[in-house]
């Protein structure tokens, strides 16, 4: 199994094979409206339109896991994205990236890129895995990351 065999609810309903990202390098966040790094949605919004005529991506993932940090629904989410931050990159449904219900894409990225001394689990939202061009997990990045170091990676794949 690799990344493009998964898939995902858009944030609007509708089923995404991640193949359909295939040919471009993806960084995929689990996000939050209500954490202190929500405003890195704003960075990620200004990446996404500065590369992505260069075959880059960002796929954002509300999680609901870590205090309750995001308790809207899609919709909601989806508002909060657009009028807050102008976010244009493709958010999907809210899911779980932790733990038994853990999304199988949180299951796969976690796998290939784990955390810290080996640990698997996502710590925080705004964790972030970044995705080359052959769907190779590349690096995880932690939310205090600084973005500065994240746009560089991202160049380098680029």
Not at 34 to 60: A, I, N, S, W
Not at 77 to 89: E, R, W
Not at 114 to 135: C, E, H, Q, Y
Request: charged share 25%; with cysteine; net charge positive.
């Amino acid at each position: 199994m690799n990344l493009y065999d998964l898939q995902a609810k858009s944030i609007s309903g509708h089923d995404i094979s991640l193949s359909e990202y295939r040919g471009k390098v993806i960084l995929i966040v689990n996000t939050a409206s209500k954490c202190g790094f929500t405003p890195q949605y704003r960075e990620l919004e200004d990446f996404y339109q500065k590369y992505r005529e260069q075959g880059f991506v960002v796929l954002g993932f509300p999680c609901n896991q870590f205090m309750a940090q995001e308790p809207g629904d899609d919709m909601e989410i989806q508002a909060f994205c657009k009028t807050n931050y102008g976010v244009t990159f493709q958010m999907f449904s809210k899911i779980d990236v932790r733990g038994e219900r853990a999304h199988p894409i949180y299951k796969y990225l976690t796998e290939k890129a784990p955390g810290v001394m080996g640990s698997k689990a996502v710590k925080w939202n705004f964790t972030k895995f970044l995705i080359d061009r052959n769907g190779d997990v590349i690096k995880r990045f932690a939310p205090s990351t600084k973005m500065s170091e994240v746009e560089h990676s991202i160049k380098e794949l680029l």
